[in-house]
Structures are given as structure tokens and as C-alpha cells.
């Protein structure tokens, strides 16, 4: 008779515990005759025998979405460098989200396969996104973007919304944060994002009219919160590319009528592009730099740990 408190594991689940591909999986089950369960599932304790369970599946990531809608914000470069501080202590996934693919361009020689493959959107066929990550270091992995990503344009059905939020599902539990660089633009892509986010941070460079344009941002995070993800929380805006300057003191005022403002702000330094010239990332950036992300990362960390609370 069947043991009623067996735990029986579908594919998803399988594969966020074993870290296998639903392909690796079928071969192996077909491989040594892995019994099925009449229900469609497999017994874990039968799959222990022949998987080894990842260690570091004790995380439920925090999706991050770095978002805004205007162009040359410093989305990318908060992206990169957010990222990388966050993995000094923590173990960190990047994907590149943006058919411009300039974060893929700064950190790879070469792309090969890209998120946009991850996906199945029209039918396509649908590769995991373990398969194309390239590890930066060792708690930096990286998925990266192609052109082949503006092809995602209007829905095909209700499931393209969440395409990224499924393509994901598998990896929640390998990394503490996923950081989504998200595309300067409205449209089903962002929605993608917000769909698959628990959290948004909004990149503004600190000129006037950096502000224009945040009333549609917070009008796409509205309608995802209202009818696709009601979880979905605003983290805040960082002021970004910082220069002090009299004209900019009442800057904040203006967009904390949409966005929580982050104490952390980011100056305006010629390392950091000269830094992501020379691809070197942190390391090549000067000291007041460096230690401006360390503290954005530890503020982002503790703003999730309040809200979380």
C-alpha cells in the first residue's frame, strides 16, 4: 500500500530541487527506469537515490525589476553594479532584459543563447534559463539579452504576460536576489518584469526633466498591482549621476509624489564609465564609487528586510 505522507515532487518542483533541466531529467528517469506515480509525480525519496538536492536551494529569491521608462537613466550601470555588491554577501542573478543588450555587451565577449530563448513565446521551443547563464563570479551569474528580445511585443495569449515569471520559477529557490534590467520602454516586456517582480526600483539621473514621464511608469505598476500582481511593492527611486547643485534641492520632492526616495545617492564619477569601458566593473571604479554601492546594496537589503518584516 502507498505511503499517504509520501512527498511526491512535479517537474517544477524537481527541477529547482535537483538544479536539472526538464530534458536531463527525462533522459535519466528513462535511463534507470525511474518509476512514475499514478498522480504524474515522482517520489522524492526514489529521486534521492539517483539526484543529488542543491545545497543552496534554501533561498526564496527577491525579484528585483530596475525600471524606468526613459532612456539613459542609468538603469544598465545600477543593474551591474547593484548586482555585484549584493554578491559580496549574497549569491545573485542578473538578467539582462533589454533588447539593446548592453549589459550583455559590457560583461561578455560573446552572447550565444539569450533569455529571449527561455521563453516559448508563439510556440517557440523553450530552453531553461540555467542553460545559457554564464558565471560572472562566484555568486554572479548572468543571463543575457539579444535583439532577438524586441520580438516581444504584443501578447499572443493571457500567458505571455507572465513569461519571465515562469521561465524563472525553476531558480527561485538558487539565488537570494534576481535582478531584472528592465528595457526603457511601456509594453508587454515591462509587464513581463512587473509580473515576475516582488520589488521595483526606478533609476531617475538627477536633471528636471528626468521626471517628466514617471506618472505612466507608476500608472504600468497600477494596473500590473491591480489585476496581475498584487504583490508587486515600489522599493524606491535612487538618484542617479548626482551632481549638488541649488536647482536640484526640491528634485526629490517631485518624485516622491510617485516613489519612496533612497537615502543612498549615486554621483555623478568619470571611473564608472570609464570603469565599464576598460570592463572592470567595481574593481575599476574609484573608492567613493565602490562604497557607494556597497551602501545601496546594504539599503536595499534592509529595505526588503523591513518590508518583509
Given at each position: 500500500m502507498s505511503n499517504a505522507n509520501e512527498n511526491l515532487l512535479s517537474m517544477l518542483e524537481i527541477q529547482t530541487r535537483y538544479g536539472v533541466s526538464e530534458k536531463e531529467f527525462g533522459e535519466k528517469a528513462r535511463e534507470f527506469q525511474i518509476p512514475i506515480h499514478s498522480s504524474g509525480k515522482y517520489k522524492e525519496k526514489v529521486l534521492d537515490q539517483y539526484f543529488t538536492p542543491l545545497e543552496r536551494d534554501v533561498y526564496e529569491s527577491k525579484v528585483l525589476a530596475i525600471s524606468n521608462q526613459k532612456g539613459g537613466e542609468g538603469k544598465t550601470t545600477i543593474s551591474l553594479y547593484l548586482t555585484e555588491a549584493l554578491s559580496k554577501d549574497a549569491k545573485v542573478l542578473l538578467i539582462d532584459w533589454d533588447p539593446q543588450a548592453n549589459a550583455s555587451k559590457l560583461l561578455l565577449e560573446s552572447v550565444g543563447s539569450s533569455i529571449f530563448e527561455c521563453l516559448g513565446y508563439r510556440n517557440s521551443q523553450k530552453r531553461s534559463v540555467r542553460s545559457i547563464l554564464h558565471t560572472i563570479n562566484p555568486n554572479?551569474?548572468?543571463?543575457?539579452?539579444?535583439?532577438?528580445?524586441?520580438?516581444?511585443?504584443?501578447?499572443?495569449?493571457?500567458?505571455?504576460?507572465?513569461?519571465?515569471?515562469?521561465?524563472?520559477?525553476?531558480?527561485?529557490?538558487?539565488?537570494?536576489?534576481?535582478?531584472v534590467d528592465c528595457p526603457p520602454s511601456l509594453g508587454l516586456g515591462l509587464e513581463n518584469a512587473f509580473i515576475a517582480a516582488d520589488y521595483v526600483l526606478v533609476p531617475i539621473q538627477t536633471r528636471l526633466f528626468s521626471v517628466q514621464g514617471l506618472q505612466d511608469l507608476f500608472a504600468t505598476y497600477q494596473k500590473i498591482r491591480s489585476k496581475g500582481n498584487p504583490h508587486l511593492l515600489l522599493l524606491g527611486a535612487i538618484l542617479n549621476q548626482y551632481e549638488e547643485s541649488r536647482a536640484l534641492s526640491g528634485l526629490s520632492v517631485g518624485i516622491k509624489k510617485y516613489f519612496p526616495v533612497f537615502d543612498t545617492i549615486v554621483p555623478r564619477r568619470e571611473s564608472i564609465p570609464q570603469s565599464q569601458a576598460k570592463r572592470k566593473m567595481l574593481a575599476g571604479c574609484d573608492k567613493v564609487s565602490r562604497n557607494t554601492f556597497y551602501q545601496l546594496a546594504k539599503e536595499v537589503r534592509e529595505k526588503i528586510d523591513v518590508e518583509e518584516e
Open positions: 554572479f551569474d548572468f543571463a543575457p539579452s539579444s535583439i532577438s528580445l524586441a520580438n516581444l511585443t504584443t501578447p499572443y495569449e493571457l500567458g505571455d504576460f507572465s513569461l519571465l515569471k515562469d521561465a524563472l520559477k525553476p531558480l527561485r529557490s538558487a539565488y537570494e536576489y534576481i535582478i
